[in-house]
């Protein structure tokens, strides 16, 4: 079931591999919002969207700072935005730690875009 973004809903979208940025940031703006593409966690830490962000797409696994880092700093700084971890190795350990998080959920790669849709809803108050 298909929904659109408005176009104040910012969605922030982190991860190392470009081709991966590049595919969800396109996905997110064929929705209608508007999207974000950082390469790191500090990046988008040290951004000026970050207050504005609506739903954060991170992923799991990252040399300089990981996603569940990420999530730390954000609490520590007051921040509460919705979270999609994403992942290219699933493993107990990562779908446990995903879980203890305060993420909403752990999507592996690639990402399936009616599941990530779904996210997406739930995330920004749609369904």
């Given at each position: 079931?298909?929904?659109s ?9 982190v ?28 990046a ?6 970050v ?8 992923d ?7 996603g ?9 700084l007051g ?31 690639p ?17």
């Amino acid at each position: 079931m298909p929904f659109s973004l408005s176009a104040s809903d910012l969605v922030s979208i982190v991860d190392d591999d470009p081709f991966v940025r590049a595919a969800a940031g396109s996905f997110v703006r064929s929705l209608g919002g508007e999207a974000r593409e950082f390469a790191s966690g500090p990046a988008f830490l040290a951004s000026d969207v970050v207050s504005r962000t609506r739903c954060l797409i991170c992923d799991l696994q990252m040399p300089e700072m990981d996603g569940l880092e990420v999530l730390a700093r954000m609490e520590a700084l007051g921040l509460r935005i919705p979270t999609v971890l994403v992942t290219a190795f699933v493993s107990a350990r990562t779908s446990e730690r995903a879980r203890a998080s305060t993420a909403l959920c752990l999507l592996e790669k690639p990402i399936d875009a009616q599941e990530l849709e779904g996210w997406l809803a739930r995330a920004l108050g749609y369904g």
